[in-house]
């Protein structure tokens, strides 16, 4: 049989494979949606044993010796330079999860999913308490099996590089190391120069009233104008907001309300309605390979940042939207200047939650947590003295004083779910964000002009052109050189930090 007819029939099979376990991967991501969403309180434990099971099966599946005997088919035609630059993604990225997961044992990957699933509503229960021994023996567990999960997958320097791995590839510990030291130092550094600035900023004018129902509807009006399809998506409320997607034509948004906080929904609403354009925009032909998934977390966020931060915290945004919020809250923007929407919005004032921090701190809450999950998991410290670690180091970086565990270290509910090297790809999407932007500044002229007429369509066309289409065609790295011609950099976020509070706090 011809070579190449032969490498077709062996690659059709092998992509029939691959969208066999995203079914079941979906399946899943639906169950783990509906936990967060719609799921009794009292559902927990059988939740958690189904979703283990299922877990189990899919990972039993990817290193099954049926799956294995097709991906090593695949791989001695990539050995002899025979795939093309589709196939040769696909497989590089397929290869390198299946060489990590099958170093992991089917009773691991149960029982770490079962232990998560569980310690998801335990963390809910000691959060509501605000008590950390609640969680302590659960977060212990967690640990002890990510270090065995390190352990398993290897590593050449730090055991926290084998888990940072799974969600930005290639970064390591050494390199956020050093970029997280410089940027603390700007962090801290500008943080205390607008402390003493004699510019004040007064976040009583967005104090008011503003009922749910005209903030769902205003949600979804802004969610549409930035591109987000609901006849292929829906959005709905959680505790901690987040974007899941099944397929390109089913992606799920979540977001929380607050009558006296318009911002606490607008924001967190705009923040995953960019995550979700980005699943909207991979191409559906892709749906079941690296083709049709995020390159990274980092670029996915990114995505979210550009949207919220870049655009969504823009005058211009707000120039557009103004009129919508003077029609369904008169109260409270008949008299306020956009300017002072636009200052109180951008207003940077350290805060103990991470999820309602400005801009400016919000990278110093990241800085925290990657500095303490690297300890942790190198065994420098244990899950007793995170509490302790924790409060001491927010009030060295951000000078708060936190005076009980919801406001600390039980906050995030990422280490009851498992993710842990998660945390940092928060901070590397805010500074590809502010990189890809100035790209895409120079790319449209007009982008003021068009933010303020509400005219998305070009900032939209732009990443689905540049990002979205490509999937995992390209490393995290070779995109961004790609696109912007340079290696990550954090001048772009420091500029964009200077120029944008310099002005607003008269530095």
């Known amino acids: 049989m011809d070579c190449e007819i032969m490498k077709n029939k062996v690659f059709k099979e092998f992509r029939e494979k691959l969208l ?7 399946a899943l991501a639906v169950l783990s949606w509906d936990q967060e969403v719609n799921m009794p309180e009292n559902g927990a434990d059988l939740r958690a044993k ?12 990817f290193v099954s010796k049926e799956f294995s005997t097709v991906i090593n088919k695949v791989k001695k035609f990539s050995d002899n330079g025979e795939l093309n630059k589709k196939e040769t993604a696909i497989f590089r990225e397929v290869w390198r999860e299946f060489s990590r997961e099958e170093k992991l044992s089917s009773e691991f990957v149960e029982e770490l999913a079962e232990l998560c699933s569980k310690s998801q509503s335990v963390w809910s229960e000691a959060r509501k308490k605000s008590n950390f021994k609640i969680f302590q023996p659960y977060l212990e567990k967690i640990v002890e099996l990510k270090r065995k999960e390190a352990k398993f997958v290897g ?5 926290y590089d084998a888990l940072i791995d799974t969600y930005e590839p290639g970064m390591t510990s050494e390199e956020l190391s050093v970029i997280f030291y410089e940027l603390k130092i700007f962090l801290v550094d500008i943080l205390q120069k607008i402390k003493k600035s004699k510019k004040k900023i007064d976040a009583r004018k967005l104090k008011g009233n503003f009922p749910i129902e005209k903030q769902e509807k205003l949600n979804k009006f802004i969610a549409e104008k930035m591109g987000f399809n609901f006849e292929s998506g829906r959005m709905d409320i959680s505790t901690h907001p ?50 049709g998934e995020s390159i990274s977390l980092g670029i996915h966020e990114s995505q ?29 923007f008949r008299k306020l200047k956009l300017v002072e929407l636009y200052e109180v919005i951008n207003e940077v004032k350290p805060s103990s939650i991470r999820t309602e921090a400005d801009e400016l701190t919000y990278n110093l809450h990241i800085i925290l947590r990657f500095e303490i999950e690297k300890e942790l998991i190198e065994g420098s410290i244990e899950v007793a003295d995170l509490p302790k670690i924790w409060n001491s180091k927010m009030k060295e970086y951000l000078g708060i004083k936190i005076l009980k565990d919801s406001q600390g270290i039980l906050q995030d509910v990422h280490w009851s779910g498992g993710s842990i090297g998660y945390f940092p ?28 007429n509400g005219n998305f369509e070009n900032i939209l066309a732009w990443l689905r052109k540049n990002i979205h289409t490509h999937g995992k065609l390209y490393t995290a790295d070779e995109l961004i050189r790609k696109i912007t011609g340079e290696t990550l950099s954090s001048k772009y976020f420091m500029d964009y930090i200077n120029n944008k509070y310099g002005k607003i706090y008269e530095l």
């Open 50 to 61: 189904t979703i283990a099971s299922l877990a189990g099966l899919l990972h039993g599946k």
């Open 155 to 159: 590593y050449e320097k730090s055991p």
């Open 242 to 291: 987040f974007t899941t997607n099944f397929h390109p034509d089913d992606v799920r948004i979540t977001t929380r309300y607050d009558e006296k906080n318009l911002f606490y929904s607008v924001l967190s609403t705009i923040h995953e309605t960019g995550h979700a354009l980005y699943e909207q925009g991979i191409e559906m032909k892709n749906f079941g390979t690296p083709l």
């Open 304 to 332: 979210s940042r550009i949207w919220e931060k870049n655009i969504g915290q823009s005058q211009e945004f707000w120039k557009c939207f103004y009129p919508d919020l003077k029609k369904n809250f008169p109260d409270v």
């Open 20 to 26: 066999e376990l995203w079914h079941l991967n979906s």
């Open 425 to 452: 790809t928060y901070t590397l999407g805010n500074l590809y964000a502010a990189q890809l932007y100035a790209k895409i500044k120079k790319d449209i002229p007009d982008l003021k002009k068009e933010i303020e």
